[in-house]
């Protein structure tokens, strides 16, 4: 039996996806279009192992435009200038990598 999973679309609608997804709709997730949630709609936690806070690594140097595109939009959500993924599907991945991740 699938896993189901449960995201916030771009227009607001809550969905519950069977795991794994079609490659459409995981574009979608890898890039920041659709947001994970809980079944409530609340904002996804992932459970933390050994206690410490998880911090988000910048993709490998040869990852596919929409792994930078997420990372992008995920490392400045809590900013003060947020990225959108359109603005950020607008940059190249060197304009990403130099940006906001390796160099």
Known sequence: ?????????????????DWPPHEAVLAQITRGEMRRCDENGDPYVEPVEDGG???LTPPAANARKDEWVG??????????????VDEAQAMTVQDMRERYGQQ
């Open 1 to 17: 039996m699938a896993e189901t999973r449960y995201y916030r679309a771009p227009g607001g609608q809550l969905l519950a996806l």
């Open 53 to 55: 806070p998880q911090e």
């Open 71 to 84: 990372y992008v939009v995920r490392v400045t959500a809590d900013t003060e200038h947020p990225v959108t």
